[in-house]
Each structure stands twice: as structure tokens, then as C-alpha cells.
């Protein structure tokens, strides 16, 4: 079947600009989830969905980041005014939703700020 | 809260020798915990975990990883490293109810021919 999907693939915006990247996660996954991935900073948390609701939104690096999921299906993480360090890897994960489950990477987005 | 440390974020070993990846939790509740690898432009995907149950666990590519509640360790092995074993590994924790998975800086691992 199919798996986690995203897009864009890559993405080079202007500092300042607004960016959306969207997840489209395997269909039944009632769990999804954000990370970054910087160079040599490993896999940084940044926000989980169940069905809709973000129970934990702790690793938002700061309120230019915004995530929501609509129909306990897709997803779109917003980063406003971006910066020069927002660039990274994005990945999207997702699972059926119990903690010990095995979580189903996407590709990622590969974000650039110039 | 919990969290994970990986010592040595690059680890080299001649083709043939045997694989180590150290990985150390911390957790206020019984954890489950995972490895996850990443090859080369690809994505992340699940080497092995445990939840419950035997402590030593068996996953793909002839990798193991074995739980020591008393050492709060979790580390990976492989007894003969192929060159195609060369990726990223992580190790990631989450506590038992609780669905948030917490992953270490990860370790690059390097074989030598």
C-alpha cells in the first residue's frame, strides 16, 4: 500500500516568507507527527496528532510555527516569516496510534531560507 | 520526561568486526523503545523495538538489540558488519502511555572494506 507521502520534496523560500508542507499519512494512521532534521541535531520533535487534536505541541521551536490536521487525514505544517535557521529536513511520521507502534516515515521536505 | 543519549555520533568498523551502537534512556514509566535506521537519501525506517516481553530483541539485517532495565540500556549489535550496514541509527523511546517518541542525536555508522 502506499506510505506517508509529502510535499514539496524541496522547498527554497526568502527569509520572511510563509511556507506550507503538507503530510498525507498511511490511511487508518490515526497518529501523526512533525520532526526537523538539522545536521548534526538529529530528530527533533515538534509536534504529534491524534485523529485531530495535538495533544502535545512542546516541541514548537516558536509561535512562527503552526501545524494542523483536518479530517484525521492530512496534515500541513505552517512556518511563518521564515529564517535562515528554520532551514532543515522535515519529516512527517505516522502510526496506528498506540505508543508502541511502529511509526512510518514520509521522505521529508527539504526546506531552504535564503 | 523522558529522553535518549547515543555516545559516539560516528562509530567505524572494518567489514566482518562486530557492531556496537550504545544508546542509554531515561524514563519515569516502563518504555518502549526503538532503532530506527536511515540509509543514504532515504527515509527512516523501524531496525527492531521492544515493548514487552523477552528482553532480547531480534530485528532486520541481523541486528539485535537487548533491554537492561538495571543499565537503562538499550544498545545495538550485529555480529559481522556488511558494507551495506552503513546508514544513521537512532534510538528513540517512548513511555508506556504516553505517545510522544523521544530520539536520540543518532550514530553514523562507517564500514570499512
Known amino acids: 500500500g502506499a506510505g506517508v507521502s509529502q510535499s514539496p520534496s524541496n522547498k527554497v523560500t526568502e527569509k520572511g516568507k510563509d511556507v506550507e508542507l503538507r503530510c498525507d499519512p498511511i490511511?487508518?494512521?490515526?497518529?501523526l507527527y512533525w520532526y526537523r532534521q538539522s545536521l548534526g541535531q538529529g530528530l527533533e520533535f515538534l509536534i504529534y496528532?491524534?485523529?485531530?487534536?495535538?495533544?502535545?505541541k512542546s516541541g514548537l521551536p516558536s509561535d512562527r510555527f503552526s501545524a494542523e490536521r483536518t479530517g484525521g487525514s492530512v496534515s500541513t505544517l505552517t512556518i511563518q516569516r521564515t529564517q535562515q535557521e528554520d532551514s532543515a529536513v522535515y519529516l512527517c511520521?505516522?502510526?496506528?496510534?498506540?505508543?508502541?507502534?511502529?511509526?512510518?516515515f514520509g521522505p521529508g521536505t527539504r526546506l531552504l531560507v535564503l | 520526561a523522558q529522553s535518549v543519549t547515543q555516545l559516539g555520533s560516528h562509530v567505524s568498523v572494518s567489514e566482518g568486526a562486530l557492531v556496537l551502537l550504545r544508546c542509554n534512556y531515561s524514563?519515569?514509566?516502563?518504555?518502549?523503545l526503538f532503532w530506527y535506521v536511515q540509509y543514504p537519501n532515504q527515509g527512516l525506517q523501524l531496525l527492531l523495538k521492544?515493548?514487552?516481553?523477552?528482553?532480547l530483541v531480534k530485528g532486520i539485517n541481523g541486528f539485535e538489540a537487548e533491554f537492561k532495565k538495571s543499565e537503562t540500556s538499550f544498545h545495538l549489535t550485529k555480529p559481522s558488519a556488511h558494507m551495506s550496514d552503513a546508514a544513521e541509527y537512532f534510538c528513540a523511546v517512548s513511555d508506556q502511555g504516553y505517545q510522544k517518541v523521544t530520539f536520540g542525536t543518532g550514530t553514523k555508522l562507517q564500514v570499512i572494506p
Open positions: 524514563s519515569s514509566v516502563p518504555p518502549y
Open positions: 521492544y515493548t514487552t516481553g523477552a528482553t
Open positions: 496528532f491524534q485523529g485531530n487534536s495535538a495533544p502535545d
Open positions: 490511511s487508518g494512521h490515526t497518529a
Open positions: 511520521a505516522s502510526s496506528l496510534g498506540q505508543a508502541e507502534e511502529t511509526q512510518y
